[in-house]
């Protein structure tokens, strides 16, 4: 390994300019001329808009303009679309409402877009929002997910009676109901996966710029594919063909799913900047964010394992109604389903699974992919089942698991997917070394003589990511195929520039794609620089979501230096003098068995462009290659995070003592990056688990809606973390990269709820676990468990 | 009268909030240079810095002084921009992110964040840099976990899960003692 190439822990090209207040967020940019977009968002989460009046603010001091939803519809302006088509159990479609990008006479969430100002300045626009007046009829709202569907509730969409966007389902309902009549023990649990608002800390931006000379239009905006941005604006909201239409992503703040999407604010002020003749630009502030970025999880669930005699699992049968909000976000409709019951199967043997889905519309915000999307749902029904069905029936827990791990690849579950490699036997056993499993009796004895109670918790979760096999989830209902693409440009002097769709918002990208080119070329990664986040750089690219970027993303950079090599080494041949098949290539020298001379990667990149040494009927010249690479299946990270931690019965208060995790990533390009992404996953998975929680009051009014209200994570609310490796090399890409980016966020929430309920004696707690009830919690006598 | 009356298109620098009848002049000192404006009396400090003076690197994260995206530092301690008003720092002194770095070579803080990876999508990074600086000058070179944990209420990250950003203080703690011992 080489002090910058895969597997060495190179510190962060980006950091430079991050650390010294030098990024170039899309708020940090202002354009000549710029005016400020404010949007009037609807109070109610459920009305009738009766009439708008924005004559006042028409009149306010600096205002350019007022729009309204008439005005989008008069310009013809598309709706917002959801990309994934899910078909319920009965063969029919899903049954989605419209979803304007100003409200149509109906708002549907507290923070619904109902018009837009647009000012020479923030304030006057601020100012001039708070003129127009809009009379609404409140409707009764649909707050609930577990009752959404029942009769005499108010109906959200026309189109999805009962407010069912769809009923999915799953597996064999035939062979689990056989099993299950079989089962020597069946542990049965209800759960409710609590509902999350992303919050990365930069707030969505946008800024919408119109060019008459050329007819083009320019979006800045905070995304993390602007591709997948500029493909909808153009294809189906119809603003501009993608030719005319640049989207820039530049520094972004941080996504977590939560800027995969396409929001009405783009819209706006893409559509508003072309007929006011200026740019526009919108900032969110906290609290729009929280009112209006898509939520994530929210599902409520029933699920069963059905057990033999000897503790083997014969079956698994899951239930969930998932909340979809108000509306369907990009891509909300896929991830209660296909990145949700396809996880079921989880590091286990089940011959049987089962899964049914009701995707469920509300009067709260849109809810779609938030870190680990769907499969931290999954996990968390999993390895809940695996640790009280352990309980139920005297097992230890790990011991449990194992007997039940998956041993053999290729690994087919009954929930369509196909295990191609992993080791779960390896991992648990080097979490129970580091996490001294053996010495915990002891460390309870001590708890307990402080008065204390002391827990731990297991999680062996499995993932699939590097989304996605392009045919795979085309035949699941994706309208978008999920490869990556890739060019590498050598420039005469042979410095590189790799230009990539994937997007960079704290992942480390322009490092850890530095250290790949580097290493293939054999140049020195100060000479590679990673371009990203511009449609009008980089051609085409699907965007950085799902734990794809190493596994996708640079395997199409591998691919595309692969193709840049097989032409040096022609041009090399002519140089050289010798036959092309007779060239080799290592640590950046061309050699050949013919001649004792030898070219460095810059001499023959630069013989490639001059092209003195061979003709134009022979070779062309340059050097620039591009890629696209389309995996052949999913990767599958897995491992096994172990969380101790010791409540304070007294007070309720919960203080994470130790925490290990041992993940199998595969190939790790820079391990430094690759723990950083456990350690911010696993704090996002505490924070679910313990302090996080969306809450809407039975009239829809998010009454979280501020960082003084909803728990983030804090620095002293989270332990250290000890983290360690198992590696299995992933087979179906050529880095053997499987992708770290979700792995903590899916892995904690029951690693942590495992250990306060083995604290506490009992089940009975849900998330977020706050000190208000485990202590209410604590109050309670522990269930008399097999094991005692 | 507090407000100096002037009509608002001859103000020759106006920050976001400006435009309306009354504008209040205001003069500190941002890293070390003397700069002075008229302002809208509405004007928040991290507008002033990020949109008068055109020093982007403060960040707004939440605009109710939870996050500390907007740290910077008023009279040498800490203060979170998007919650003082401009016109109130007429004659203060204020250092932000852009100001730490001196004569090129990077802050001991700055360095101990790139070395221990304390930042990711870099957004929260800036005010937790100026924190981390004001919480060694308070509490000294030689501070454990659970003190820089505890100092770090006032400032959110998303990404790091905080583990790199607590030894990233530590280790910058530890070098910005070491440099006031050998000033000393």
């Known amino acids: ?788 | 009268m507090f407000f100096r009356k002037k009509e608002a298109d001859a103000a020759p620098s106006v920050a976001p909030g400006a435009g309306t009848a009354g504008t209040v002049p205001v003069s500190m000192t941002v890293n070390g240079r003397a700069v002075s404006a008229d302002i809208d009396p509405r004007t928040l400090l991290v507008q002033f810095i990020r949109e008068n003076q055109r020093l982007t690197g403060t960040h707004v994260g939440c605009d109710t002084s939870q996050c500390g995206a907007c740290v910077v530092h008023l009279d040498g301690r800490a203060a979170k921009s998007c919650t003082v008003l401009a016109a109130t720092c007429d004659g203060a002194k204020i250092t932000t992110i852009e100001g730490l770095a001196k004569d090129g070579k990077l802050h001991p803080m700055q360095e101990a964040f790139r070395e221990h990876h304390g930042l990711q999508c870099g957004y929260c990074t800036p005010g937790m840099i100026m924190a981390a600086v004001d919480i060694v000058n308070r509490k000294g070179g030689n501070i454990d976990e659970a003190t820089i944990r505890h100092e770090l209420e006032g400032n959110i990250c998303r990404c790091t899960g905080y583990h790199n950003i607590v030894a990233a203080i530590r280790a910058g703690a530890a070098a910005m003692g070491g440099m006031r011992q050998a000033a000393e």
């Open chain 1, 1 to 788: 390994m080489s002090a910058t190439g895969i597997g060495a822990p190179v510190r962060r090209k980006e950091d430079q300019r991050f650390i010294t207040g030098k990024g170039q967020y899309t708020d940090d940019i202002n354009r000549a001329g710029q005016a400020y977009a404010v949007f009037v968002r609807s109070p109610h989460a459920h009305a009738t808009i009766k009439r708008i009046d924005t004559q006042a603010a028409a009149k306010s001091p600096g205002c350019l303009a007022v729009y309204t939803g008439a005005d989008i519809a008069a310009d013809k302006v598309g709706g917002l679309i959801c990309g994934w088509m899910i078909h319920s159990k009965d063969g029919s479609p899903m049954k989605a409402g419209a979803h304007p990008v100003l409200a149509q006479g109906k708002v549907r969430y507290v923070g619904d877009h109902v018009a837009v100002v647009i000012g020479e300045t923030l304030a006057q626009a601020r100012d001039a929002a708070e003129r127009v007046t809009v009379d609404y009829e409140a409707l009764p709202a649909v707050v609930d997910v577990a009752t959404a569907q029942s009769a005499g509730q108010a109906q959200i969409h026309a189109e999805a009676p009962g407010n069912t966007v769809y009923q999915w389902h799953l597996g064999d309902k035939a062979a689990v109901e056989a099993a299950f009549g079989n089962a020597k023990h069946v542990t049965k649990i209800d759960l409710v996966n609590n509902r999350l608002i992303p919050n990365a800390i930069e707030p969505r931006a946008a800024i919408g710029e119109y060019d008459p000379g050329q007819d083009s239009l320019t979006l800045h905006t905070t995304s993390q594919n602007p591709h997948v941005a500029r493909l909808v604006l153009a294809a189906f909201i119809g603003l501009a063909p993608e030719h005319k239409l640049r989207v820039i992503a530049p520094d972004v703040g941080g996504g977590f799913g939560s800027k995969i999407f396409i929001y009405a604010e783009e819209v706006v002020c893409l559509w508003a900047a072309r007929k006011i003749g200026r740019p526009v630009k919108w900032t969110g502030d906290r609290t729009e964010a929280f009112l209006a970025d898509a939520h994530g999880r929210d599902h409520v669930t029933t699920a069963e394992l059905a057990l033999d005699g000897e503790g083997k699992i014969l079956a698994l049968r899951v239930k969930t109604k998932a909340n979809l909000g108000s509306y369907l976000s990009t891509f909300a409709s896929s991830v209660p389903t296909y990145l949700y019951a396809p996880l079921l199967s989880g590091q286990y043997n089940i011959p049987a699974i089962y899964c049914e889905v009701d995707g469920v519309y509300t009067n709260t915000a849109p809810v779609d992919a938030y870190r680990g999307a769907g499969r931290p749902e999954a996990t968390f029904v999993v390895e809940r089942l695996m640790e009280v069905a352990a309980r139920q029936t005297g097992r230890d827990p790990a011991e449990f698991r194992r007997k039940n791990f998956v041993t053999s690849f290729p690994h087919a579950t009954p929930v369509i997917m196909t295990y191609d490699a992993g080791d779960y036997e390896a991992s648990m056993r080097k979490a129970l070394e580091l996490a001294d499993y053996a010495g915990l009796p002891a460390r309870k004895a001590e708890s307990a003589k402080k008065g204390m109670k002391r827990g731990i918790g297991f999680s062996a979760y499995i993932e699939a990511c590097g989304i996605a096999p392009s045919q795979a989830v085309g035949s699941l209902g994706a309208g978008v195929g999920l490869w990556e693409s890739a060019e590498v440009r050598v420039n005469p002097t042979g410095s590189v520039e790799v230009l990539t769709g994937s997007h960079s918002h704290g992942q480390g990208h322009e490092t850890t794609f530095a250290q790949l080119v580097s290493q293939r070329l054999g140049i020195p990664i100060d000479q590679v620089t990673v371009v990203h986040g511009d449609t009008d750089k980089v051609q085409f690219g699907m965007g950085t979501y799902g734990s794809r970027s190493g596994a996708v993303g640079m395997s199409a950079i591998f691919k595309a230096a692969d193709k840049v090599i097989v032409k040096a080494k022609k041009v090399a041949g002519f140089v050289l003098e010798v036959p092309e098949e007779s060239v080799d290539f290592k640590d950046g020298i061309f050699s050949s068995t013919a001649t004792n001379k030898t070219l460095t990667f810059p001499e023959v990149a630069l013989q490639a462009y001059i092209a003195h040494k061979f003709s134009g009927a022979q070779l062309e010249p340059g050097l620039k290659e591009g890629a696209f690479f389309d995996p052949t299946n999913f990767t599958f990270p897995s491992g096994v995070h172990i969380c101790e931690l010791e409540i304070d019965p007294e007070t309720g208060t919960t203080r994470i003592d130790r925490w290990t995790a041992v993940d199998d990533f595969g190939t790790l390009v820079n391990p430094m990056i690759v723990e950083g992404q456990v350690h911010g996953g696993v704090a996002q998975g505490v924070g679910q688990a313990m302090l996080e929680g969306a809450v809407y009051d039975r009239n829809g009014q998010l009454i979280t809606a501020s960082f003084m209200d909803y728990t983030m994570p804090r620095a002293g609310d989270l332990p250290s973390i000890k983290i360690a490796m198992t590696s299995t090399p992933c087979p179906s890409n050529p880095l053997g990269i499987k992708g770290c980016g979700e792995a903590g966020a899916i892995a904690a929430p029951p690693a942590v709820i495992n250990a306060i309920t083995d604290a506490l004696g009992h089940e009975d707690i849900a998330m977020p676990a706050t000190p208000l009830a485990v202590w209410r919690a604590a109050q309670k006598s522990p269930t008399k468990m097999a094991a005692e």
